[in-house]
């Protein structure tokens, strides 16, 4: 795959296989050669400082994507042709650079921020169409002059092919990660499941999901794995009174008072209702034994919960937790604002003691093991770049507690049973060495008809990174729901969880059973779905024109997901008004059999190339289907 010219500054362009990347290259900028097609590139300061933004050089004419944290929870993408569309945030950048003719064939250069000590490098654009890199450490008393490593820069013909060969470059040279055909994978990739947090939000409570999964299981559709979600700890919030109007924000200022379930899930008194379980242990054991679940986990924080722990009480003191104020980086603050994170600012973070952290997670996850719970979902993840001054900076801390996480996981539970939650910075992403599965997207939300499209579209993107580290994990859906079959059809091609968040009741079985077999299980696809290579630089959200086609294998054949997803919503601060009269109901496209990469896994080596399509909406077969041109107006629509 790789060719023999490998990146280096001359005549002062960045110069990859003689194509001139970037021009007007800064004399400050340092390039250290790796491999045959790759390097690091890195920069110099004359100053020392925490943070540093550095120009790399001129970007013009080429298409781009990027994949940038639009929240400083979430990335998604953006498309483009120069500097200036490249967003601050920026964690990879996939070029493709072409010779002058536009039948050559394109090569591809992948350009990667890293983690350098105790520094954290993205790229951002500027309206001069400059490439820029930001090394920051989130510390004051944590400087630096210089970042030798801050990039990797490789090139490829394959832009699959380039991302896997490099996140190893990256995992050898960091040794801080792990890749994700390394890791055990949880037992619930591989069954249907439930999730409590949009049936109840935080009103979740045992009869609710006892009537949940009873529907689920007599509608043919039995969920094997159940997450409780946020709702059951013992947690206190003083900026909340009871019996008060609810204050919009005030459910982050909560922290946790021990690491016990709170009344809803522990009989308080003698004498009280037989309906009420004794406690957390005997509640998940009967859902168990009535709905023969197989994995129940439950939420938590990663520092607790939203507002960490309250100090100077009985249930916490051992982990010596004190109140920090987040502080952002500028990055995080030039893009999405987040209600969360402005809530956090505002109340506080009851923050334990990170000399205290394998402690904290070990007494938490024996305790939950004590329940008959089988594994977590830990939330909240990217806190800790905000919280790093006087704590050694962000990627120190993250590298403590990540370690600390990962450790009790290993300890307390036998299935890698961990889901991450709110962690796509690369201080974490980088410190995944054991967790196999991560949420790849901003929440569904299944109020917003904006966002449908945005969702699926992002983690398609995303699993390009994601997916060589973790299982990306597409978050929950309702199966009763506008655009339900658009979710669904978006999980059966993803390679990835299925779980639904149905409020007990409220279910479309005809979508769920051509996800679910009978006994609770699915059928999952073989690799992260992807974009097809064809759709990696368009912009299937708002150019009114591209699908989006989402490849992947299974152990037989190969599968590809069609999806119409313009004109139901904008990306954040690309918003534009609907022509009148304009509809986009309809589009077509181009499908091939080059859609799907790595057909040669499942066709073996006698294949001779011939290859039929089964459509699932229409229910035929075709043989005589290779580069046709198909309307697609009966595809998956996100409006």
Known sequence: MFLSTRPAVKDGALSVDGKDVLTGVPDNIVVTPLTGSSAFVGATSTIMGSRHVFKLGLIQDVRLLCLYRFKIWWMMPRVGDSGRDIPVETQMLLLEVKEHEPLDEPIYVLLLPLLDGDFRSSLQGNSADELELCIESGDPATVTKASQKAVLVNYGDNPFDLMKESMKLVEKQMGTFSLRETKQMPGILDCFGWCTWDAFYHDVNPEGITDGLKSLSEGGTPAKFLIIDDGWQDTSNEFQKEGEPFVEGSQFGGRLLSIKENHKFRRQEIGAPSSEPTDLKEFVSHIKATFGLKYVYVWHA??????????????????????????????????????????????????????????????????????????????????????????????????????????????????????????????????????????????????????????????????????????PDWDMFYSLHDAAEYHAAARAVGGCGVYVSDKPGHHDFEILKRLVLSDGSVLRAKYPGRPSRDCLFNDPVMDRMSLLKIWNLNNCTGVLGLFNCQGAGSWPGMEIAVKENEDISEISGKVSLTDIEYFEEVAGDSWNGDAAVYSFKAGTVCSDWINKHVQFGWCCRGS
Request: aromatic share 8%; charged share 15%; net charge negative.
């Open 302 to 471: 990663l520092l607790g919960y939203w507002g960490g722990l309250v100090p100077g009480v009985s249930g916490t003191e051992k982990y010596s937790p004190v109140m920090r104020y987040p502080v952002q980086s500028p990055g995080n603050l030039a893009n999405t604002r987040d209600i969360a994170m402005d809530c956090m600012e505002k109340y506080g973070i009851g923050t334990l003691d990170p000399a205290a952290a394998s402690q904290f997670y070990d007494d938490l996850h024996s305790y939950l093991v004590s329940q008959n719970v089988d594994g977590v979902k830990v939330d909240v993840q990217n806190i800790l770049e905000t919280i790093g001054t006087d704590l050694g900076g962000r990627v120190s801390l993250t590298k403590q507690f990540q370690e600390a996480l990962e450790k009790s996981i290993a300890a307390n539970f036998q299935d890698n049973s961990i889901i991450c939650c709110m962690g796509q910075s690369t201080d974490s992403i980088y410190h995944c060495k054991q967790s196999a599965i991560t949420r790849a997207s901003d929440d569904y939300y299944p109020n917003n008809p904006t966002t449908q499209t945005l969702h699926i579209v992002s983690v398609a993107y995303n699993s390009m990174f994601l997916g060589e580290v973790v299982v």
